[in-house]
């Protein structure tokens, strides 16, 4: 029988979200679909109105340290 990883303690879950690299693919996706499906248009415009491309990248920077912390990765 084979052990079930125990999310949430240590850096369980961040190695299961493919450690920094899973993370921050995982936080591109999301700014790319949110920036292209036409569904989440309203939110985008709101979160990007004022945001410049740079500041975007920023951002994006950002989520994907605070996930990697989140999730138990290095700080």
């Known amino acids: 029988m084979t052990t079930r990883p125990r999310y949430g303690f240590e850096d369980t879950t961040y190695r299961a979200a493919g450690g920094t690299a899973g993370i921050v693919r995982l ?6 679909i949110m920036s292209t499906d036409p569904a989440y248009a309203p939110i985008w415009h709101w979160h990007s109105a004022s945001a410049q491309p740079d500041m975007l990248a920023d951002t994006a920077d950002r ?3 605070f996930l990697i912390g989140w999730m138990g990765g290095p700080r």
């Open 27 to 32: 936080v591109d996706a999301f700014y790319r």
């Open 63 to 65: 989520l994907s340290s």
